[in-house]
């Protein structure tokens, strides 16, 4: 199983951006689902390469002095996203969007509990086969590829 992700920023305005993220599994689409990033802080994230090294697991997130910006229905986890390129951006996740909708710049979903248990999942077995997950974020369409 080789899994990668391809998050497409399709909308901005000041510091959101609106987008999809496409997972790929062995080079067939099998989710995509809209994201956000951004919102709060410094915005959204750069676009560039990154890669997903690991996972905060729902029981990890759930013992959080407040995991509630992490999780939707009471249900959270967390992949950290590391840039492959120089950035003085750091602590960039990917998780359920618990929160106000956006972020400091993570990439958060709203999206149901079964789904995200599903995505978690998937993640979770392409990290312990694969080692690393790549990510790729774009600005338009054309750019999405597996």
Same mark, same amino acid.
Request: charged content about 20%; hydrophobic content about 35%; aromatic content about 10%.
């Given at each position: 199983m080789k899994l990668s992700m391809d998050i497409v920023l399709e909308e901005y305005s000041k510091? =959101?951006? /609106? %987008? +999809?993220c496409y997972i790929w599994q062995d !080079?067939? =689409? #099998? @989710?995509?689902?809209? #994201? =956000?990033? &951004? &919102? @709060? &802080?410094? %915005? $959204? =994230?750069?676009? !560039?390469? $990154?890669s997903i090294r690991g996972l905060s697991t729902p029981? /990890?997130?759930a013992k959080m002095p407040n995991p /509630?910006? $992490? *999780? +939707?229905? !009471? $249900? !959270?986890f967390a992949f950290p996203m590391t840039p492959l390129f120089e950035t003085n951006r750091t602590g960039i996740w990917m998780h359920p969007d618990g929160n106000i909708p956006g972020s400091l710049g993570? #990439?958060?979903? +709203? *999206?149901? /509990? +079964?789904f995200n248990e599903i995505l978690y999942e998937l993640v979770k077995t392409a990290i312990s086969i694969q080692g690393t997950i790549p990510v790729s974020v774009r600005d338009t369409i054309s750019t999405v590829s597996n």
């Amino acid at each position: 199983m080789k899994l990668s992700m391809d998050i497409v920023l399709e909308e901005y305005s000041k510091l =959101l951006a /609106k %987008g +999809t993220c496409y997972i790929w599994q062995d !080079g067939k =689409l #099998i @989710h995509d689902f809209p #994201i =956000l990033s &951004g &919102g @709060h &802080g410094r %915005g $959204y =994230l750069d676009l !560039g390469e $990154y890669s997903i090294r690991g996972l905060s697991t729902p029981e /990890k997130v759930a013992k959080m002095p407040n995991p /509630k910006p $992490y *999780q +939707t229905d !009471g $249900y !959270g986890f967390a992949f950290p996203m590391t840039p492959l390129f120089e950035t003085n951006r750091t602590g960039i996740w990917m998780h359920p969007d618990g929160n106000i909708p956006g972020s400091l710049g993570c #990439i958060v979903w +709203t *999206q149901s /509990k +079964t789904f995200n248990e599903i995505l978690y999942e998937l993640v979770k077995t392409a990290i312990s086969i694969q080692g690393t997950i790549p990510v790729s974020v774009r600005d338009t369409i054309s750019t999405v590829s597996n």
